[in-house]
């Protein structure tokens, strides 16, 4: 297994996740094979009108991020499958992500988010330097089918509280510890 040629997860989940959050995505499965990421789930995202949802919309639905769903009474839900992520549309997840996080202006990311339990997860990956084969999200649990060094597949399920923790440690290594000042006694 070389690990050198894996994407770097916790961007590229993150990117994927907000695509999903997008959707309004509620459970869903995702592989990873060759390169490729393919999604199949459920959403509760509204439609207008009754026309069948084509590919190009569905993308595109998939790449409006930022855009606040209009609530409606009596949301249904639906099912998809065969969604495919090119690394061309994981960028430009990245990039309408990035923005759109530099202009919220908010602070630390929301840690129950889709796209933060996903960047979680790439974290683990990429810590363990572990390849990612599935995973399954079903709220409020995570499955992981992750391919360790030797080629073995081994799954791990993940609860929200275990992936807060692990945000929590992320966190510290990511922020600088400020620098003590001397006190008026030195």
């Given at each position: 297994?070389?690990h050198?040629?894996?994407?770097?997860y916790?961007?590229?989940?993150?990117?994927?996740g907000?695509?999903?959050?997008?959707?309004e995505?509620?459970?869903f499965?995702l592989?990873y094979?060759?390169?490729?990421?393919?999604?199949?789930?459920?959403?509760?995202?509204?439609?207008s009108?009754?026309?069948?949802?084509?590919?190009k919309?569905?993308?595109?639905?998939?790449?409006?991020l930022?855009?606040?769903?209009?609530p409606?009474?009596?949301?249904?839900?639906?099912?998809?499958?065969?969604?495919?992520?090119?690394?061309?549309?994981?960028?430009?997840?990245?990039?309408?992500g990035?923005?759109l996080?530099?202009?919220?202006?908010?602070?630390?990311?929301?840690?129950?988010?889709l796209?933060?339990?996903l960047?979680?997860?790439?974290?683990?990956?990429?810590s363990?330097?572990?390849?990612?084969?599935k995973?399954?999200?079903?709220s409020?649990t995570l499955?992981?089918?992750?391919?360790?060094?030797?080629?073995?597949?081994i799954?791990?399920d993940?609860?929200?509280?275990?992936?807060?923790?692990?945000?929590v440690?992320?966190?510290?290594?990511?922020?600088a510890s400020?620098a003590?000042?001397p006190?008026?006694s030195?």
């Amino acid at each position: 297994m070389d690990h050198k040629n894996s994407p770097n997860y916790e961007d590229t989940l993150r990117a994927i996740g907000q695509g999903l959050e997008n959707l309004e995505a509620v459970a869903f499965e995702l592989e990873y094979s060759g390169g490729e990421f393919l999604v199949s789930g459920e959403c509760s995202r509204a439609f207008s009108g009754s026309n069948p949802i084509h590919r190009k919309s569905f993308r595109r639905l998939i790449l409006k991020l930022g855009a606040k769903p209009t609530p409606t009474p009596g949301r249904r839900t639906f099912h998809f499958s065969g969604v495919r992520f090119a690394s061309s549309d994981i960028i430009l997840l990245n990039q309408k992500g990035r923005a759109l996080r530099s202009s919220s202006g908010s602070g630390a990311p929301d840690p129950h988010s889709l796209s933060h339990v996903l960047r979680m997860t790439g974290a683990y990956l990429d810590s363990t330097k572990r390849e990612l084969a599935k995973l399954v999200w079903h709220s409020p649990t995570l499955a992981v089918w992750e391919i360790n060094r030797t080629g073995n597949t081994i799954k791990k399920d993940f609860t929200l509280s275990e992936m807060y923790d692990l945000w929590v440690h992320q966190f510290k290594k990511r922020t600088a510890s400020p620098a003590l000042k001397p006190t008026g006694s030195d």
